[in-house]
């Protein structure tokens, strides 16, 4: 199993631009996340789903749009980028409030 | 408003000696508190995880000290290694609606010196 995967690893954009960063797991989970990391903030939740087809609100979900279309798949999408947005993030499923499992990483840089 | 507060920012520990990093909390809601490890250039790991009924949970060289009424918890790490050289954030939680919402401690960047 790969569990937990995350397209791009890299990504560059500059202000205004948007992109969508996908997340996916194959462990059948119903619960998934996203996070963004930041140095000397730990991890803060922006989006997170509890089935397919569901969204909700995290911490910080300003300026972020997410959508859960398949139970194995959770798309987080930026309209327009800006450098405050410059984060590496991280997205992570679970079994209902179970642990949560996280992928890679997707590191983006806003100029 | 820091919902967990994490200390200390950096550890640097020769081999063999213990590791200790400290976690405050503010809402006695919380119901679970978990400690992720985290190695440069991957996602964060569940490491080991407590919850408010118990005053101590110990997993290996890896043991959580929990005080309930000093709202703090703490992970201990015995005979440290160079591996367990990595980034250490604690987390807490409580169950909101159906989903387990984690706010994480600001992370200790560990260091064991061989």
């Known amino acids: 199993n790969a569990g937990v995967t995350q397209t791009p690893k890299f990504r560059v954009l500059k202000t205004g631009q948007s992109m969508t960063l996908l997340c996916a797991q194959d462990m059948n989970h119903e619960y998934m996340y996203w996070y963004r990391q930041d140095p000397g903030m730990g991890l803060r939740l922006i989006h997170y789903s509890v089935g397919e087809g569901t969204t909700a609100k995290g911490e910080v979900p300003d300026g972020y749009n997410v959508s859960r279309l398949k139970k194995q798949n959770f798309l987080l999408g930026l309209e327009s980028a800006a450098p405050s947005q410059t984060s590496v993030y991280f997205c992570?499923?679970?079994?209902?409030?179970?642990?949560?499992?996280f992928g890679p990483g997707t590191r983006l840089t806003v100029t | 408003q820091q919902q967990v507060k994490q200390s200390p920012q950096s550890l640097i520990v020769q081999k063999g000696g213990i590791s200790i990093i400290n976690c405050a909390y503010e809402?006695?809601?919380?119901?679970?508190f978990p400690w992720y490890q985290q190695f440069p250039g991957k996602g964060p790991a569940l490491l080991i995880a407590i919850r408010p009924d118990v005053s101590e949970k110990k997993e290996g060289r890896f043991t959580i000290s929990f005080n309930k009424s000093a709202k703090q918890f703490s992970l201990h790490i015995m005979d440290s290694q160079p591996g367990d050289s990595a980034t250490y954030f604690c987390?807490?939680?409580?169950?909101?609606?159906?989903?387990?919402?984690?706010?994480f401690g600001s992370g200790t960047q560990l260091t064991v010196l061989p």
């Open positions: 992570a499923s679970s079994y209902r409030r179970g642990e949560q499992y």
């Open positions: 809402n006695t809601a919380f119901d679970y």
């Open positions: 987390a807490v939680s409580f169950s909101s609606g159906s989903a387990r919402q984690l706010t």
